[in-house]
């Protein structure tokens, strides 16, 4: 979906309500507060009114769009911009991109990216893990914790498949091994350099195996940690190209987009599914 399908497909807001009230209620409305299906729709206010509480609402109550000023042709533009923004685009771009101000912007963008948090089954097969330290200028070395004013992020890939990413507090092996056993099947063979946060995997998994970087070796038989190095290289690029700098508050949302857009990459139905998490579907 790009931004010629979005006006062509939306081009009113009345087109857009009824497509999220279709989405999320298939054309028989429910409210949200007592979960009654006896409703009188008020066509004027563009609302429905719920006959066993008492109260009216809209399609927009508990989603991210809930209290918005902002017309949803302008929401669903940025939905599209920021699906189809491989490196991220930045609240300024976006701000003038769909004619609001920055802060209207950033608001609208810190919700999509809400949408775009996941939640999946077991990691299977190959999975690839590895630490990254997102941030300002390093001071010092080590990597056990914070490295200056950098935050460690931990991902792990599964070989062509999902990646699954979060700023932890600190990136070592009692941090990191309770995650590996959260999302990553038994029955997996794990990848990743000669970290010591790592050890023992081999133990609780089907199979460990290291490539060794202090010595330059990237690459042994199957294992290779090269997967989940390029989605790093994604994040940094996107951060500090577009964003510039990202505070430690807000690094795990703009961690969630670029899982996403990364998961998604070959869905083309992206901006349908977007919608619906949007609307809590």
Known sequence: MNIADVYKQFPTQDSCIAHLE????????????CKSTKVTSLKKEKRHHCNNCNTSFSVTVATIFHKTKVDFQKWFVAISLILNAKKGISARQLSRDISVNKDTAWYMAMRIRRAMKEYGELLQGIVEVDETFVGGKTHGKGRGYMQGNKTPVFGMVERNGVVRAKPVKHANGKTLKPIIRQNVSRDAIIMSDEFGGYKDLKLEFKDHKIVVHSKKQYVSGIAHTNTIEGFWALLKRGIMGQYHQVSARHLGKYVDEFCYRYNNRK??????????????V
């Not at 279709?22 to 507060?33: A, F, L, S, T």
């Not at 869905?267 to 809590?280: E, P, R």
């Open 267 to 280: 869905n083309d139905a992206v901006f349908q599914l977007t919608i619906s998490k949007a609307l809590g």
């Open 22 to 33: 279709n989405v999320r209620w298939h054309g028989k409305p429910i409210c949200p507060y």
